[in-house]
């Protein structure tokens, strides 16, 4: 069973989550064994980054990256759709040689490539759904461009024979917007890896520890994309109430352009308590949560939470938003604590209860790995992708196009 997956991100060029995404599931799921023969996976990618024109990943997987010039934030989706059309040469050179079995795509930004190639080779398509525009707003529509986008979106949602989507909130927001049957949507769970932790050695943690924490501060964490629907903000006005509770605290911000939010903190005059620590590794980001006293996620919109899976798989304290995919990681006061969403006196609510019973933070941090290690592994995402596949390329087969 060969399957054709598009994406506009792949290693090199990561720009968050679905580079991430697809870079491990793509590895565990070639070679699977299924009724339908093994899984063999091409890639195709923008050439972004220096990555070679030709790489073969695994002996199941080989990447094709296709050279194409960057995007016209001026106008971004006619920018995105012209590049779609190289991808579509790209599909078209490759099936000279390779019979694909189904097409799988990743979000908008290659849907109208995926969309074409179905209805030019008469193959399945099966579309991952990471986001929607819609719910990056918090329902809105802004602009031009984000109304053409989420117009894509339905035709993606109404063009794919299955969509797979990371969490029941999002299920639920693509029936909503787009009046997508339930049925038609497969919810399968993001992976992550657990044995990260042998990153960090003790002396590396100590000497981490104190250069952030001098005097024995509490260290609080956040690292994300610096943008509105990731709640820093909240997360910074929340900041006078806890330093008033607990003086000795500190925030750690990991992300680009996060000294952004600085005139925020100034105004708030917390601006000694804060540290822009600027875009780090994901090295860097896991030995950060294994020092730091509590990973706060803050958001207003987010469609899984891979975020608190990487913060609880390095057995780090952690505090979310109860909102979408974020709110079904964790669960409150089992394996972290949930706040209310936009409301910086819950998260200050959520500090100080974590402060005052490390017994309870223990219990809750051992049952977070014991699910990560049971739910969250890339093997077992990859085996219910795997099957997904096959029961789409058995329905194509028992009927006419």
Sequence with gaps: MRILMISWEFPPHVVGGIGRHVAELAPALGGLATTAGPVWIDVITPRYGDGAEVEQVTPFITVHRVEMPPMDVRDLYNSVIANNTLFVEMAMTLAKTQHYDLIHIHDWLTGMAGIVLKHRWKRPLVATIHATE???????????????????????????WRLIVCSTYMRHELHTYFGTPEDKIEVIVNGIHVNSAERCTAEELAALRLRHAPNGEKLLFFVGRVVHEKGLHILIRALPRILADHPATRLLVAGRNGNKMWPLAYELNVERAVEFLGYVSDQQRDCLYRIVDAAIFPSLYEPFGIVALEAMAMDCNVIASDVGGLGEVVKHLENGLTV???????????????????????????????????????????????????????????VDW
């Design 134 to 160: 819609r719910g990056r707003h918090q329902g809105y529509i802004p602009s031009n461009t984000s109304y053409q986008i989420d117009q894509l979106e339905w035709r993606i949602c109404f063009e794919a």
């Design 340 to 398: 209310l969403p936009d409301d910086p006196m819950s998260i200050v609510w959520a500090v100080n209860h974590l402060f005052a019973d490390p017994a309870a933070a223990a219990a809750r941090r051992a049952q977070a790995h014991d699910e990560i290690d049971r739910i969250y592994r890339w093997e077992k995402v990859a085996a219910e992708t795997a099957r997904l596949y096959v029961r789409v390329v058995g329905a194509r087969s028992e």
